[in-house]
């Protein structure tokens, strides 16, 4: 059974950065893509950044430029690097794998002064 287990959110002031990680376990990760959702209270989940096998990125338009996905196999790891971070990126954020759609229980980002 595939779990993920998020960490690394907080409160961090406008301006300022967080990295995020997501660990995976109960299968052989390398072969999962990857991704990094949001959500925020009222609102629908929304794609932050995705990341193949190979390494290929995608990101929302809201997050290019400031946010950076990436994964290293040998720990079962997924990253998401935050930097000049927004109030409106305030939101819980979700790790994904990418073949049956398992979620992480998700980790709070506030971004506020």
């Known amino acids: 059974q595939v779990q993920l287990v998020e960490s690394g959110g907080g409160l961090v002031q406008p301006g300022g950065s967080l990295r995020l990680s997501c660990v995976f376990s109960?299968?052989?990760?390398?072969?999962?893509?990857m991704g990094w959702y949001r959500q925020c209270p009222g609102k629908p989940r929304e794609l932050v950044a995705t990341i193949t096998v190979i390494g290929r990125t995608n990101y929302g338009d809201s997050v290019k430029g400031r946010f950076t996905i990436s994964r290293d196999n040998a720990k079962n790891t997924v990253y998401l690097q935050m930097n000049s971070l927004k109030p409106e990126d305030t939101a819980v954020y979700y790790c994904n794998e990418g073949f049956f759609g398992h979620w992480g229980q998700g980790t709070q980002v506030t971004v506020s002064s």
């Open positions: 109960g299968s052989d990760f390398s072969v999962y893509p």
